[in-house]
Every structure is written in structure tokens, then in C-alpha cells.
């Protein structure tokens, strides 16, 4: 563990908290997609279920897991249930095949070993460097954003960003080198370099997140 | 040389 892992975990774990305030403080879910949402679930479900067949690392690794896992299925249950309403699925409208469908023929092709567990690993990478796409779409169709939206994306970025000096550092360091990891998460984080364009050039400057 | 199932990031 070094500080830039540690600094990207705890800021994803500040987007789920500013996602939720979000919710519950405005009991609504406008303007997040449920889409990206669900796609979060599948990524954790497919990725942390390894605690299931004895991947346990350290008591962060299986607290941080069991966190991730439970908040995204809650998070699904509170716009599927009580927030119901006041989503529009109209705007919600990105192809969830091809992300999908992407994700898995990446993780046929660049896997660690051809075993099942591998291969969920794999996708589950795979499809996380894609799944903020559906929420950036709606933020791009109606061209604003609320601004807690919008601190929820950027701390998202950020977990992303850092763990980009995390594989510098463990590189160098420790001689720790994954390349399926690397190249996911470089893809990852360029997804996010249009947003915090704006998101610093107007956000953290007071105003609202309007595209041009 | 990564291992397969070592994977110990988040």
C-alpha cells in the first residue's frame, strides 16, 4: 500500500458518499445514469467475488470489497425503488451491448491465464474503464449538470487518476508491473479529460457545469 | 511476472 492508492481508494469512497448524498438529501436520482450504475454493480460483483474462493489479502481488501459490492446494490435498489420516479430513462440512453460486448472479447483476448477466474478478472477491468461512459453521455445530452453530479464524477476521476502514480511507484519500487491493469486504467482515465476540462475550468471556480 | 489471482488492488 502506498499513499496514492491509498489516497484513490478513499476518494472513491468519497464518490459513493456524495452519489448517496446526493440521492438522499434531494430524494432523487436526476441527472445520474442508472446505466453506469448497474454497470458498477456488475464490475464489482465480477471482480470481488473472488472473496468467495479464498482471494483475501488483507482485511482492507476484503472490508474495502465487501463496501463496494453492497453500496453499488443499494445504490441500483434507490433508483429502482423509492427514487423510481424521478429518473427519465429517456436520456439514458447509451448501448450497453457494446460496452458489454466489448469488455468480454478484451477479456478473451487479454487475460492472465485461460481459467474462469482470470477471465472475470479481466472483464470486469475491461468494463470498469468503460462504465462512466453512460453517465458522461447524459451529462453531454442535456449539456449541465448538477454540481454534487458533478463532484461525484470528478472524485471518480480521481480514484482512476491516482492509481496511475500508484503503478509508477510500485513499478519502481517493488518491480510490480500489470499491463492489463495499466492499459484499462490509462484508457480509464482519459475518458475523464474532457470532463475535468470543464469541471476545473468552471466547477472550481464557482460556476455551474454548462457545456459551451 | 504477474501471477494469476494475485490481483490485490481494489
Not at chain 1, 492508492?5 to 448517496?20: E, K, P
Not at chain 1, 464557482?206 to 457545456?211: N, S, T
Request: a neutral charge; one cysteine or more.
Amino acid at each position: 500500500m502506498n499513499i496514492f492508492r491509498f489516497l484513490g481508494d478513499l476518494s472513491h469512497l468519497v464518490s459513493i458518499w456524495l452519489l448517496l448524498h446526493k440521492m438522499t438529501t434531494s430524494k432523487s436520482c436526476t441527472g445520474i445514469s442508472f446505466k453506469t450504475q448497474a454497470l458498477y454493480a456488475l464490475v464489482f460483483a465480477t471482480r470481488y467475488l473472488d472473496l468467495l474462493y479464498g482471494s483475501w489479502h488483507s482485511m482492507y481488501n476484503v472490508a474495502m470489497k465487501i463496501f463496494f459490492i453492497g453500496s453499488s446494490l443499494y445504490i441500483l435498489y434507490l433508483i429502482k425503488v423509492p427514487f423510481k420516479p424521478t429518473r427519465d430513462p429517456a436520456i439514458d440512453t447509451f448501448k450497453l451491448e457494446y460496452l458489454v460486448g466489448g469488455a468480454l472479447i478484451m477479456s478473451l483476448i487479454a487475460n492472465y491465464e485461460y481459467s474462469f477466474p482470470e477471465i472475470l478478472w479481466s472483464f470486469s477491468i475491461w468494463l470498469e474503464a468503460v462504465a462512466i461512459l453512460p453517465q458522461l453521455f447524459i451529462i453531454q445530452r442535456t449539456g449541465e449538470a448538477e454540481n454534487i453530479t458533478t463532484h461525484y464524477v470528478a472524485a471518480l476521476g480521481a480514484y482512476r487518476g491516482l492509481y496511475i502514480p500508484n503503478w509508477l511507484y510500485r513499478y519502481f519500487a517493488e518491480g510490480f508491473f500489470d499491463p492489463i491493469a495499466v492499459i484499462a486504467g490509462i484508457i480509464q482515465t482519459v475518458i475523464y479529460l474532457d470532463f475535468f476540462y470543464i469541471y476545473f475550468t468552471k466547477v472550481l471556480k464557482g460556476q455551474k457545469f454548462e457545456l459551451p | 511476472e504477474k501471477t494469476p489471482g494475485q490481483h490485490d488492488e481494489l
